[in-house]
Protein backbone atom coordinates (compact mmCIF):
# COMPACT_ATOMS: atom_id res chain seq x y z
CA UNK A 1 0.00 0.00 0.00
CA UNK A 2 0.79 3.97 -0.73
CA UNK A 3 1.37 6.35 1.88
CA UNK A 4 -0.79 8.23 2.91
CA UNK A 5 0.85 11.26 1.61
CA UNK A 6 1.94 9.75 -1.26
CA UNK A 7 -1.91 8.50 -2.25
CA UNK A 8 -3.03 12.16 -1.98
CA UNK A 9 -0.15 13.39 -4.22
CA UNK A 10 -0.92 10.98 -6.46
CA UNK A 11 -4.43 11.23 -6.65
CA UNK A 12 -4.09 15.00 -6.97
CA UNK A 13 -1.62 14.50 -10.36
CA UNK A 14 -5.04 12.41 -11.63
CA UNK A 15 -6.13 15.75 -11.46
CA UNK A 16 -3.39 17.65 -12.83
CA UNK A 17 -2.65 15.60 -16.23
CA UNK A 18 -6.75 15.77 -16.37
CA UNK A 19 -6.78 19.38 -16.18
CA UNK A 20 -4.38 19.17 -19.10
CA UNK A 21 -6.33 17.40 -21.31
CA UNK A 22 -8.93 19.56 -20.60
CA UNK A 23 -6.66 22.75 -21.25
CA UNK A 24 -5.05 21.12 -24.51
CA UNK A 25 -9.13 20.40 -25.17
CA UNK A 26 -9.96 23.65 -25.04
CA UNK A 27 -7.38 25.14 -27.04
CA UNK A 28 -8.20 22.86 -30.11
CA UNK A 29 -11.30 24.42 -30.13
CA UNK A 30 -9.89 27.60 -30.21
CA UNK A 31 -7.54 26.45 -33.44
CA UNK A 32 -10.58 24.63 -34.96
CA UNK A 33 -12.80 27.85 -34.58
CA UNK A 34 -9.75 29.68 -36.11
CA UNK A 35 -9.38 28.23 -39.30
CA UNK A 36 -6.28 26.10 -38.18
CA UNK A 37 -7.33 22.63 -38.08
CA UNK A 38 -3.76 20.80 -38.17
CA UNK A 39 -3.60 23.31 -34.95
CA UNK A 40 -6.81 21.67 -33.43
CA UNK A 41 -5.88 17.83 -34.88
CA UNK A 42 -2.39 18.15 -32.64
CA UNK A 43 -4.12 19.73 -29.39
CA UNK A 44 -6.50 16.86 -29.88
CA UNK A 45 -3.81 14.31 -29.77
CA UNK A 46 -2.03 16.41 -26.86
CA UNK A 47 -4.98 16.21 -25.33
CA UNK A 48 -5.51 12.13 -25.18
CA UNK A 49 -1.83 12.04 -24.23
CA UNK A 50 -2.56 13.58 -21.36
CA UNK A 51 -5.56 11.69 -20.55
CA UNK A 52 -3.12 8.70 -21.19
CA UNK A 53 -1.10 10.28 -18.29
CA UNK A 54 -3.73 10.53 -15.95
CA UNK A 55 -4.39 6.94 -16.14
CA UNK A 56 -0.77 5.60 -15.87
CA UNK A 57 -1.46 7.32 -12.10
CA UNK A 58 -5.08 5.69 -11.79
CA UNK A 59 -3.80 2.40 -12.90
CA UNK A 60 -0.38 2.75 -10.80
CA UNK A 61 -2.72 3.51 -7.45
CA UNK A 62 -4.38 0.25 -7.73
CA UNK A 63 -1.73 -1.78 -8.96
CA UNK A 64 -0.20 -0.46 -4.86
CA UNK A 65 -3.78 -1.88 -3.20
CA UNK A 66 -4.44 1.89 -2.74
CA UNK A 67 -7.93 4.03 -3.12
CA UNK A 68 -8.29 6.29 -6.52
CA UNK A 69 -10.49 9.37 -5.22
CA UNK A 70 -10.85 12.17 -8.81
CA UNK A 71 -11.02 15.66 -7.54
CA UNK A 72 -13.01 18.35 -9.33
CA UNK A 73 -10.93 20.50 -12.64
CA UNK A 74 -11.93 23.64 -12.65
CA UNK A 75 -12.65 25.78 -16.34
CA UNK A 76 -10.06 25.87 -18.52
CA UNK A 77 -8.94 28.50 -20.21
CA UNK A 78 -11.22 29.24 -23.47
CA UNK A 79 -9.54 32.22 -25.13
CA UNK A 80 -7.08 33.29 -26.75
CA UNK A 81 -5.23 35.53 -28.76
CA UNK A 82 -3.01 33.62 -31.47
CA UNK A 83 -1.26 30.70 -32.19
CA UNK A 84 2.21 32.27 -30.65
CA UNK A 85 0.28 32.97 -27.30
CA UNK A 86 -1.14 29.64 -27.16
CA UNK A 87 2.06 27.89 -27.83
CA UNK A 88 3.95 29.89 -25.19
CA UNK A 89 0.73 29.03 -22.41
CA UNK A 90 1.42 25.14 -23.51
CA UNK A 91 5.40 25.69 -22.55
CA UNK A 92 4.63 27.25 -19.60
CA UNK A 93 2.09 25.09 -18.34
CA UNK A 94 4.17 22.39 -19.50
CA UNK A 95 7.16 23.73 -17.03
CA UNK A 96 4.71 23.79 -14.18
CA UNK A 97 3.96 20.34 -14.70
CA UNK A 98 7.64 19.45 -14.47
CA UNK A 99 7.60 20.97 -11.10
CA UNK A 100 5.01 18.74 -10.24
CA UNK A 101 6.47 15.39 -11.20
CA UNK A 102 9.83 17.13 -9.86
CA UNK A 103 8.08 17.62 -6.38
CA UNK A 104 6.37 13.79 -6.42
CA UNK A 105 9.59 12.50 -7.17
CA UNK A 106 11.20 14.69 -4.11
CA UNK A 107 8.19 13.31 -2.11
CA UNK A 108 8.99 9.82 -3.10
CA UNK A 109 12.48 10.05 -2.17
CA UNK A 110 11.74 11.21 1.45
CA UNK A 111 9.17 8.55 2.43
CA UNK A 112 11.44 6.19 0.84
CA UNK A 113 8.89 5.07 -1.66
CA UNK A 114 11.08 3.26 -4.33
CA UNK A 115 8.32 1.54 -6.86
CA UNK A 116 6.75 5.27 -7.18
CA UNK A 117 10.37 6.81 -7.84
CA UNK A 118 11.10 4.12 -10.58
CA UNK A 119 7.22 4.74 -12.23
CA UNK A 120 7.73 8.68 -11.83
CA UNK A 121 11.40 8.35 -13.87
CA UNK A 122 9.15 7.90 -17.37
CA UNK A 123 7.07 11.05 -16.18
CA UNK A 124 10.44 13.07 -15.62
CA UNK A 125 11.62 12.15 -19.36
CA UNK A 126 8.11 13.04 -20.79
CA UNK A 127 8.32 16.11 -19.43
CA UNK A 128 12.08 16.62 -21.27
CA UNK A 129 10.07 15.97 -23.98
CA UNK A 130 7.24 18.20 -23.67
CA UNK A 131 9.15 21.42 -23.38
CA UNK A 132 11.08 20.35 -26.06
CA UNK A 133 8.39 19.97 -28.40
CA UNK A 134 6.69 23.15 -27.03
CA UNK A 135 9.95 25.38 -27.24
CA UNK A 136 10.38 23.82 -30.88
CA UNK A 137 6.93 24.75 -32.39
CA UNK A 138 7.54 28.75 -30.63
CA UNK A 139 10.52 28.62 -32.55
CA UNK A 140 8.66 27.62 -35.90
CA UNK A 141 6.00 30.19 -35.01
CA UNK A 142 8.75 32.60 -34.37
CA UNK A 143 9.93 32.36 -37.84
CA UNK A 144 6.03 32.39 -39.25
CA UNK A 145 5.55 35.32 -37.84
CA UNK A 146 2.81 37.35 -39.67
CA UNK A 147 3.36 35.69 -42.73
CA UNK A 148 -0.33 33.42 -43.50
CA UNK A 149 0.95 30.72 -46.24
CA UNK A 150 3.86 30.02 -43.81
CA UNK A 151 1.62 29.71 -41.19
CA UNK A 152 -0.60 27.34 -43.28
CA UNK A 153 2.20 25.71 -43.82
CA UNK A 154 2.63 24.73 -40.41
CA UNK A 155 -0.91 24.02 -39.83
CA UNK A 156 -0.07 21.36 -42.04
CA UNK A 157 2.50 19.70 -41.24
CA UNK A 158 1.22 20.27 -37.21
CA UNK A 159 -1.68 17.93 -38.83
CA UNK A 160 0.47 15.46 -39.67
CA UNK A 161 0.91 14.46 -35.48
CA UNK A 162 -0.57 11.02 -34.92
CA UNK A 163 -1.71 9.54 -31.80
CA UNK A 164 1.03 7.53 -30.21
MG1 LIG B 1 1.17 15.13 -18.82
Redesign the pocket.
Known sequence: MLSKTIQDALNEQIK??MF?SYLYLSMSAYCAESSLPGFASWMRVQSG??QT??MKFFSYILERNSHVELQALVKPQSKFKSPMELFKHVLDH?KK?TGMINALYELAVKEKDYPTQIMLEW?IT??LE?EKTAGEIIQLLTMVGENGPALLMLDRQLAARAAK
Do not use: K, L, R
Request: no cysteine; aromatic share 8%; proline share 0%.
Open positions: NESEEHAEVFEQE
